[in-house]
């Protein structure tokens, strides 16, 4: 007879049988999960740190200040007083160059306004694609020239250092002019200055679709519309994605001073989609073309854009913001013939990074905006007209870069831009190779590393 004693030794003999197996399974699921992840790892290692590295360098390249240059005098301006004045405000840490300038070109275009680029401090401002302009006026200069009233309309444009303490000065003044009576629009992720001015809580409004969702968690006070070109809330208009600043303008320009007028500038700008109901991104990230050049394009053209005197503020935007800016396929070098200022079309100051003679050596392609001309400099690129067809300047530079570097850039930059395609033909390589090919080569060592590997826990297993 079997004792209690005897039961007690012979129990834990089946539990053990039956725990082994299970055991030895999850022993072999732990090493199949850590091969995957170690292969993983090996696979993403090398292209993770290049895009880590590439990629913000890219982005940073944006906003990056210029060199210390000597400033020169504010030019004179006839100041109408009988005239609505109408300013584009600029951020210390720098503005996207396509909503600081279109709007301005399509206000200045109409003669109707005094039109002039103000911030709190008169020295360069860094625009996307390295264009430096320098204020006309800073706040306290246009108090004075305004007596003290505030302009009719203020345009805010996209900052770098939305919601950072370096905006507290604009956005303070911003708040001032609003309840003082000024009329705002905001361009592109310029309504995240004004929401996070507190300017836009319980009202409707829009701003580029990359930031939306983004805007919709920081600023839920904000009633967000998706896939319109414009909101128009009274007292404040806010636009979508960079080109439907245009879209945006043109409208104010309607309210203030009449539909002919605002025909008249988008006729003058060569917009030819006024008063078009045109359609709009509603969702989506970041593309892949647009990983592929912020993160694998290695060694990206070097571009001098010739400023010249009398060129127009959009054909310098188009130059800058196509090439230097979304594209991310090339980086844009402002140069003018002897390093010194210019001056656009409506008066606006802009400073070169470097003159002409100096830069030409280390240029791979020399840009000529708008119609002015440069001379060919010895051992520099040839000059080229980007504005040599008639047509709204963005076509052309977004024509330049399908050409230049591939179609789906060129598409791609047309979609964050908001820039309507509809009969724009775009003909060159059809994809970003050159980057896509980096991208595999750097999977490569990894998918060695793991080919070896497998080959040798094989061998080992066999061994066993």
């Known amino acids: 007879m079997t004792s209690a004693h005897d039961l007690r030794h012979l129990a834990p003999e089946p539990r053990r049988a039956t725990l082994e197996p ?52 504010a030019a004179p301006v006839d100041h109408d007083p009988t005239r609505p004045t109408a300013v584009v405000v600029l951020g210390e840490q720098g503005a996207v160059v396509s909503d600081v300038l279109a709007p301005y070109e399509i206000l200045a275009a109409t003669g109707r306004f005094n039109v002039y680029a103000v911030a709190a401090h008169r020295r360069p401002v860094p625009l996307t694609g390295g264009l430096d302009l320098v204020p006309d006026v800073t706040f306290d200069e246009l108090a004075a020239r305004l007596d003290g009233a505030a302009p009719e309309l203020v345009v805010v444009p996209a900052l770098p250092d ?20 000024s009329l705002l629009l905001s361009v592109c992720n310029g309504a995240g200055v004004l929401a996070s001015a507190g300017l836009l809580d319980g009202r409707p409004a829009t701003a580029h679709w990359l930031r939306l969702a983004t805007f919709e968690s920081r600023y839920p006070q904000v009633a967000w519309v998706h896939g319109q070109r414009f909101v128009d809330d009274g007292d404040v208009v806010t636009t979508a994605g960079i080109l439907s600043g245009v879209d945006g303008t ?3 320009v309607e309210r203030l001073a009449g539909p002919s007028v605002a025909a008249d500038a988008a006729a003058a700008i060569r917009w030819r989609h006024y008063p078009a109901d045109l359609p709009v991104t509603d969702r989506g990230g970041v593309g892949p073309v647009a990983i592929l050049n912020a993160g694998y394009r290695w060694n990206p053209p070097s571009i001098g854009v010739a400023l010249t005197d009398g060129v127009g503020e959009i054909e310098l935007a188009s130059v800058f913001d196509v090439h230097g800016g979304q594209s991310l396929a090339a980086r844009t070098l402002a140069v003018s013939a002897d390093g010194a200022a210019v001056r656009s079309r409506h008066g606006l100051t802009f400073l070169p990074r470097a003159d002409l003679a100096g830069a030409a050596p280390q240029l791979d392609r020399l840009l000529v905006p708008g119609a002015g001309t440069v001379a060919q400099v010895p051992g520099g690129p040839t000059p080229e007209d980007v504005h040599d067809e008639q047509g709204f300047a963005y076509d052309a530079a977004v024509r330049d870069v399908a050409r230049t570097a591939d179609v789906a850039t060129a598409r791609w930059a047309a979609k964050v831009l908001e820039l309507p395609t ?41 061994a066993r």
Do not use: C, K, N, Y
């Open 162 to 181: 939305v919601g950072e303490p370096s905006t507290a000065v604009l956005t303070t003044w911003l708040r001032a002019q609003h309840d003082r009576g």
């Open 22 to 73: 299970m055991r030895t399974a999850l022993s072999r699921t732990a090493r199949i999960v850590a091969a995957v992840v170690g292969a993983l790892v090996a696979l993403a290692l090398l292209p993770g740190a290049s895009a880590a590295v590439v990629a913000p360098a890219t982005f940073a390249a944006q906003h990056a200040p210029g060199p210390d240059r000597q400033v020169p005098a």
């Open 250 to 252: 043109l409208h104010v």
């Open 422 to 462: 509809d009969g724009l033909e775009l003909a060159g390589p059809a994809w970003p190779w050159g980057p896509t090919g980096t991208l595999v080569a750097l999977f490569l060592p990894g998918a060695v590393a793991v080919a070896v590997a497998g080959v040798r826990g094989r061998r080992a297993r066999t």
